[in-house]
């Protein structure tokens, strides 16, 4: 039963991102919307993933299912820069790839189950897009989205706004210290060792310098766009 279900969710998401309904406003404002009244009135029950988890959950809709239907209609709507034929062509590249196991579908309801906070989800949006548009490979939305998943919420709007800066000043420079080691259990900045001396002369009580990796970057500059200011990290 509960394979069917997850093939049932599966199914369902596949034939939402491939669909036009993404480009023909239906998702435009239903992500601001009170989804109680909308799933009443069956505004959102045609999008197919939505109308599964709400079938799955049977006579009543828990909380759980509200915010996942809720995710789901934000990343869906942030999806509406790329075609459908686009994200049609993607999940047949990804899913005919023999690296990788689990299907695109269920790789993204896992992730945006877990994800604890609506921004998240946005920026996962945007990630994507970035690799049906060929700009990030799978393999490295996977690690960025899996990061945004890990990291702090703050931490990561502190990374965009370092990438989105005009000019890097002390205070800056500060918070960027402070974010690069809040993120490297995230796997988006790495450290490299100083020796004691070099330490000590640069007046340092610890000889760990973290940076920004290049999964950072890449995250950056997807989701900043035009923003993103390059050779820092």
Known sequence: MENEQKADLETSFIETLTSSQLQEGVLQDVAEVALDSLLIDGIVRDIPIVNTIVQLGKTAVTVRDYFL?????????GLNETTPEQREAFIKKV???SKYQQRIGETLMMLLDRYDYLDKVSLMSKVLCGCIEGKISYDEFLRISTAIDRAFI????ELLHYFAS???NRELNNRRIRTT???YTSNLSDFYVLTEDQAKDAGLEYPQIYHFNQYAVKFAKVVLEDR????RW
């Open 69 to 77: 239907v809720r995710k789901v209609l934000l990343f869906l709507k």
């Open 95 to 97: 899913e005919t790839d």
């Open 154 to 157: 703050e931490d990561l709007n």
């Open 166 to 168: 005009e000019e890097i």
């Open 181 to 183: 080691k809040n993120v």
């Open 228 to 231: 993103f200011h390059d050779g």
